[in-house]
């Protein structure tokens, strides 16, 4: 079984700063992408960053110059450090992962999500 837990939301003002993690832990061979989502009050569910399984970095256009990911292998963690933050960032949080569990298993996991406020 693998699981990922989120961590680092939180209540910021505009212009600030803050810095999630999302932990993989459990049956883990592999790692093949890694995937920060989030969610705003009545949005649909939105990609904003993350590692392709071709280890290319991606953001959405609107958080492009402001967030950045990083990831620590030996970890099996992944970091959004958000700056310049937006009211409009206000949103869920939630981590997304491909991982190989086993020889040839692959699932797609999901964390428990992260609350983002940012206040004006």
């Known amino acids: 079984q693998v699981q990922l837990t989120e961590s680092g939301g939180g209540l910021a003002q505009a212009g600030g700063s803050l810095r999630l993690s999302c932990r993989a832990s459990g049956s883990i061979l592999s790692i093949n992408a890694m995937i920060w989502y989030r969610q705003g009050p009545g949005q649909p569910r939105e990609r904003v960053a993350g590692?392709?399984?071709?280890?290319?970095?991606k953001y959405a256009d609107s958080v492009k110059g402001r967030f950045a990911i990083s990831r620590d292998n030996a970890k099996n963690t992944m970091y959004l450090q958000m700056n310049s933050l937006k009211p409009e960032d206000t949103a869920v949080y939630y981590c997304?992962?491909?991982?190989?569990?086993?020889?040839?298993?692959?699932?797609?996991?999901w964390g428990q999500g992260t609350l983002v406020t940012v206040s004006s």
């Open positions: 590692f392709t399984s071709d280890g290319l970095l």
């Open positions: 997304n992962a491909h991982v190989e569990d086993q020889p040839f298993s692959y699932l797609e996991v």
